[in-house]
């Protein structure tokens, strides 16, 4: 490379090698799963991320701010998953870090990874230690102390390496369910094998292999976002529902957000430093645009009195207009019998996805613009997809809301309680709450063995769990599907659901639902074909 220069040249070097390296490898990480379950996909979020960040980043100028920024927005767009949001958020802060630099000298590298490092970590609302955060965290301090000691870019970027293996060996020591397991987080092994084929793509030399005990664990992370302030039509506190899109130079999304935070609320600021896009409830409209004047140009402003659109919603029959509906949805299923059902009960887009094959931000954009209504509900179903629909958010047109489902039971819940009449954030908060009413239970298989939460698991082993804890094990499908629901129905269940999977005869579905209502005879026993793969049963109680 330039001595003592990092340029947009050698950044796509860099991204071309990390994306390499981690297709090579994304298995390894897959395979990285406190619970042994056929869903451990993190190795193929972080690679599809990173891909995406590689294929915009390939695109016009060399140029080491153009570069990093393409990077940056490719990732945004294709992040899949919790690990490849993450991910995405540590090429926004490097991007911000080196938006300036037409090269970067070692003390610019460690003050990007610096900087990315802190952007990931006020992404996630409450950062878990022991998961890629931590393994991002020690990389950046340990690059900063290199430039500082005087070392090159190659010194930076191999000291952020050694930082990032150590930082990934120590995960099991801060997370018991890792040293349980006995294997480090896969997020962490991911962005080590990152920085380990960033670095030979760099320098055209391997690096040795790669750190941490195989098998590894990614750990789940707080929603982007907290959930928006409920409000009802009946009584609106903030009458104007003001938007308008922001031009001008090194604009802060972060400053303008708090300077605009004491007009109203509903308060969304997103964009970069060139335009950025506001959405605000507000009392006084005049003095919101009047506060933004001072920072550049303003266009495409739109205000609208929401408290006549609310009159005109009562009048007007749920307030579609033109054959449209006011609020649509958007769901993610897997199983064609699953995909109906959402269908059928109201979903007018449902995503393909969940464990295994989570979709990406990008797809979410697209699904909420396709919907044929102005505002959108997103039903995730996944803890594994909820960072990715909410990092949607900032990106649609449309006003937009995750109701934050972590299981099919849950969004089948969560649709049962939309009510059209409704305004949006009024039904996020009510369907959140009619989902956190219904306990799910998943009935698959061991992928390798293992042990969790006590239980010694031998691979092949038919495994019950309960709201994601493993709760039981055994060798027979059905069996462990009873035991399941022993422990989820209680004096106050009423309906029990079954929803069997692809691999399921249809009779020994049958036979479970007879046992079923023979045990719980207080219970009403519904049983469907849902079509998921890998999860012989999904299992619903409410």
Request: some cysteine; aromatic content about 4%.
């Amino acid at each position: 490379m330039t001595e003592g220069a990092l340029t947009g040249h050698h950044l796509r070097a860099m991204l071309q090698g990390a994306a390499r390296y981690l297709e090579k490898n994304k298995e390894q990480v897959n395979a990285l799963n406190v619970f042994p379950v056929p869903d451990g996909d993190t190795g193929t979020n972080m690679y599809l991320t990173l891909a995406a960040a590689l294929k915009e980043a390939m695109q016009g100028p060399d140029d080491l701010p153009k570069v990093a920024a393409a990077a940056s927005t490719g990732s945004l767009m294709g992040a899949r998953g919790n690990s490849g949001v993450i991910l995405s958020q540590l090429f926004r802060g490097a991007a911000q870090a080196l938006a300036n630099c037409q090269t970067a000298g070692p003390k610019d590298v460690a003050q990007a990874l610096v900087e990315a490092t802190r952007t990931a970590y006020r992404a996630v609302m409450k950062p878990v230690e022991g998961t890629i955060l931590t393994v991002a965290r020690l990389a950046a301090r340990k690059a900063l102390a290199a430039a500082r000691d005087g070392g090159d870019v190659e010194a930076v970027l191999r000291a952020a390496l050694a930082g990032a293996r150590e930082a990934l060996d120590k995960t099991p020591s801060l997370l018991p369910v890792l040293h349980e397991a006995g294997v480090v987080d896969a997020g962490g092994q991911g962005l080590v094998l990152i920085l380990e084929g960033a670095l030979a793509g760099l320098t055209g030399r391997e690096v040795g292999p790669t750190a941490g005990t195989v098998p590894a664990a990614s750990r789940a992370v707080e929603p982007l976002f907290p959930a928006k302030e409920e409000s009802t039509p009946q009584n609106i506190t903030f009458g104007y529902c003001t938007e308008v899109l922001l031009r001008g130079h090194e604009l802060d999304a972060g400053a303008i957000r708090e300077k605009l935070g004491r007009h109203g609320d509903s308060l969304l600021v997103v964009g970069d430093a060139e335009a950025v896009k506001v959405h605000i409830h507000t009392n006084h409209p005049g003095q919101v645009l009047e506060e933004l004047l001072s920072y550049g140009t303003l266009h495409d402003i739109k205000i609208d009195n929401m408290r006549d659109q609310h009159r005109e919603y009562l009048k007007g029959g749920g307030g579609e207009a033109s054959g449209k509906k006011r609020i649509g949805i958007v769901a993610v299923a897997q199983g064609e019998g699953l995909m109906a059902a959402f269908k059928s009960l109201g979903a007018d887009v449902v995503l393909s996805g969940g464990q295994t094959m989570n979709p990406s931000t990008e797809e979410f954009v697209n699904a909420v613009e396709e919907v044929p209504a102005p505002e959108v509900l997103v039903l995730p179903n996944n803890k594994n997809v909820i960072l990715a629909a909410r990092q949607a958010e900032g990106l649609v047109q449309k006003k937009m809301a995750v109701v934050p489902t972590r299981s099919i039971p849950q969004g089948i819940a969560a649709l049962v309680a939309f009510n059209p009449e409704m305004d949006l954030e009024k039904n996020a908060s009510l369907m959140a709450e009619a989902a956190q009413k219904v306990k799910t239970g998943e009935v698959t298989y061991a992928v390798r063995s293992s042990r969790v939460n006590g239980h010694e698991i031998a691979a092949g082993d038919i495994l019950g769990l309960i709201d994601d804890q493993l709760v039981v094990t055994g060798r027979e499908v059905e069996e462990v599907a009873e035991q399941v629901l022993a422990v989820m129905v209680d004096d106050e269940s009423e309906l029990i659901t079954l929803f069997a999977g692809r691999d399921v005869p249809p009779e020994a579905a049958e036979k479970l639902r007879k046992r079923t209502q023979e045990r719980f005879p207080g219970c009403e026993v519904e049983l469907h074909v849902g079509g998921q793969p890998l999860y012989y049963y999904i299992l619903s109680v409410e």
